[in-house]
């Protein structure tokens, strides 16, 4: 059982009750975010302190790269931080590999919806809280596109025909997976690669035959994975992507204000998205695990959840949070539509990537198959089926 106070929740220790109040002077946690300037994160520091004066915070700011390659190596050398945030994709590999310590059901259990739930959860227990999601739907110039699409079909249709811009194709797991998932299929099952199979090549054959009729290919060669570049010089006039670029968008275009849309991600035979987002992890390494749990405790109540939209731009994944005016109200971005709404769709059926070790290794192997079939060099179906044959070995491991 737990008792509210407010915004506030009072739960279950996650070691040895009292940790900060029995020890002699505040118990220090260890934070490293890798949020950069825009971080929601180290402006509240202060409040928490204030509001929790038996716990301090020695909070670290690191890039998002520099975070993916220390965070494993400080775990192994027992150099890890207390609370850590972690990329959506990372967390499979981190949790198969026990990196990551188990958090209390509650509240976690009645803040979510069923999709960031199953993301959080392995081996029966929660191992990160959602801070921010990511779930894709469909970004189009409404003065050029005047009915979204909502099939696949639709949506090549649209493409072949749109007289300025194009549809944005990009090589990766992130958009392969969202056509996959929306096919039926899935990435691995029984330790075993399936993506390989009708629905993966049917969702790989749909992004080629995009790329073909109406889509403009965005590799790295473009040196901008937003795809910013090419909304500001016409290039690009639909896409595929999550609530963050909302926030690219008002930032990068300023001058295309009113001129778009957003709509869900048109769909072959149902709905789906890729989950991705941030997770507040606590590594098994901590010393400091009950104090570290408050902390992002805090950070999960409504009135900071929404400071990860107006401080970071990104979209805060607790349902009370969503409800809050400042993701509701219209935007005037967005010609005064409510766009929340849309991505909050997306996320009710999104799915996590697979719960394994070996996933970076997956990753980098789907991404290779999906750019060798996009640029024409092997069919969907053998670059899927080769793809998969790496992947079957890398499980055995």
Same mark, same amino acid.
């Given at each position: 059982?737990?008792?509210?106070i407010?915004?506030?929740?009072?739960l279950?220790?996650?070691?040895?009750?009292?940790?900060? #109040? +029995?020890?002699?002077g505040?118990?220090?946690?260890?934070?490293?975010?890798?949020?950069g300037? #825009?971080?929601?994160?180290?402006?509240?520091?202060?409040?928490?302190? *204030? +509001?929790?004066?038996?716990?301090?915070?020695d909070?670290q700011?690191? !890039?998002?790269?520099?975070? *993916?390659?220390?965070?494993?190596?400080? /775990?192994?050398?027992? +150099?890890?931080? !207390?609370?850590a945030?972690?990329?959506?994709?990372?967390?499979?590999?981190y949790?198969?590999?026990?990196?990551?310590?188990?958090l209390p059901d509650k509240?976690?259990d009645?803040?979510?919806?069923?999709?960031?739930?199953?993301?959080?959860?392995?081996d029966g227990?929660f191992v990160? =809280?959602? &801070?921010d999601?990511?779930a894709?739907?469909?970004?189009?110039?409404? $003065?050029l596109i005047?009915?979204?699409?909502?099939?696949w079909n639709?949506?090549?249709?649209t493409?072949?025909?749109?007289?300025?811009?194009?549809?944005?194709?990009?090589p !990766?797991?992130f958009?392969?997976?969202?056509?996959?998932?929306?096919?039926?299929?899935?990435l691995v099952?029984g330790?075993?690669?399936?993506f390989?199979?009708?629905?993966? /090549? *049917?969702a790989l054959?749909?992004?080629?035959d995009?790329?073909?009729?109406?889509?403009v290919?965005?590799? $790295?060669?473009?040196?901008d994975?937003s795809?910013?570049?090419?909304?500001?010089d016409g290039r690009?006039?639909?896409?595929?992507n999550g609530?963050y670029?909302?926030?690219?968008l008002?930032?990068?275009?300023?001058?295309?204000?009113?001129?778009?849309?957003?709509a869900p991600?048109?769909?072959?035979?149902?709905?789906?998205? &890729?989950l991705g987002?941030?997770?507040?992890?606590?590594?098994? +390494?901590?010393?400091h695990? !009950?104090?570290?749990?408050?902390f992002?405790?805090?950070l999960?109540q409504?009135r900071?959840?929404v400071?990860?939209f107006?401080e970071?731009?990104?979209?805060?994944?607790?349902?009370? #949070?969503?409800?809050?005016?400042?993701?509701?109200?219209?935007d005037?971005?967005?010609?005064?539509?409510?766009?929340?709404?849309?991505?909050?769709?997306?996320?009710?059926?999104? *799915?996590?990537?697979?719960?394994?070790k070996?996933?970076t $290794?997956?990753d980098? =192997? /789907?991404q290779d198959?999906?750019?060798?079939?996009l640029?024409?060099?092997k069919?969907?179906?053998?670059a899927?089926?080769?793809?998969?044959?790496?992947?079957?070995d890398?499980?055995?491991?």
């Amino acid at each position: 059982m737990h008792r509210s106070i407010g915004a506030l929740v009072l739960l279950p220790c996650l070691a040895a009750c009292g940790t900060a #109040a +029995t020890q002699k002077g505040p118990t220090t946690i260890t934070v490293w975010d890798y949020y950069g300037s #825009a971080t929601p994160i180290k402006p509240v520091v202060g409040e928490f302190e *204030r +509001t929790h004066p038996g716990i301090k915070v020695d909070y670290q700011a690191y !890039d998002y790269e520099t975070m *993916r390659q220390k965070y494993a190596t400080a /775990v192994s050398g027992g +150099t890890a931080p !207390d609370v850590a945030t972690l990329d959506m994709t990372w967390i499979p590999a981190y949790a198969a590999k026990k990196t990551l310590a188990p958090l209390p059901d509650k509240p976690l259990d009645t803040l979510y919806g069923k999709g960031a739930l199953e993301a959080m959860s392995f081996d029966g227990h929660f191992v990160t =809280a959602l &801070y921010d999601f990511d779930a894709y739907a469909l970004y189009y110039r409404k $003065d050029l596109i005047k009915d979204p699409p909502k099939t696949w079909n639709d949506l090549i249709a649209t493409a072949a025909h749109l007289k300025q811009g194009r549809f944005q194709v990009l090589p !990766d797991t992130f958009h392969f997976t969202q056509f996959l998932f929306q096919a039926g299929g899935d990435l691995v099952q029984g330790g075993k690669a399936v993506f390989q199979g009708p629905q993966g /090549v *049917r969702a790989l054959t749909q992004l080629h035959d995009l790329l073909k009729r109406g889509g403009v290919y965005w590799g $790295d060669d473009q040196g901008d994975s937003s795809g910013i570049a090419g909304v500001k010089d016409g290039r690009i006039a639909m896409f595929l992507n999550g609530p963050y670029m909302m926030g690219v968008l008002k930032d990068g275009a300023p001058d295309q204000k009113g001129k778009w849309a957003v709509a869900p991600a048109p769909i072959d035979v149902q709905p789906g998205s &890729y989950l991705g987002g941030t997770g507040l992890s606590i590594p098994v +390494t901590s010393e400091h695990r !009950d104090a570290a749990w408050q902390f992002i405790q805090f950070l999960l109540q409504p009135r900071q959840q929404v400071k990860v939209f107006t401080e970071a731009g990104a979209a805060p994944a607790t349902e009370a #949070a969503l409800k809050d005016p400042a993701l509701t109200s219209p935007d005037p971005y967005f010609g005064g539509q409510q766009t929340f709404p849309v991505f909050q769709q997306a996320l009710a059926t999104a *799915r996590h990537y697979p719960y394994v070790k070996q996933w970076t $290794d997956i990753d980098r =192997a /789907v991404q290779d198959a999906v750019t060798t079939a996009l640029l024409d060099k092997k069919s969907p179906q053998q670059a899927l089926s080769d793809a998969a044959k790496e992947v079957d070995d890398l499980l055995v491991d």
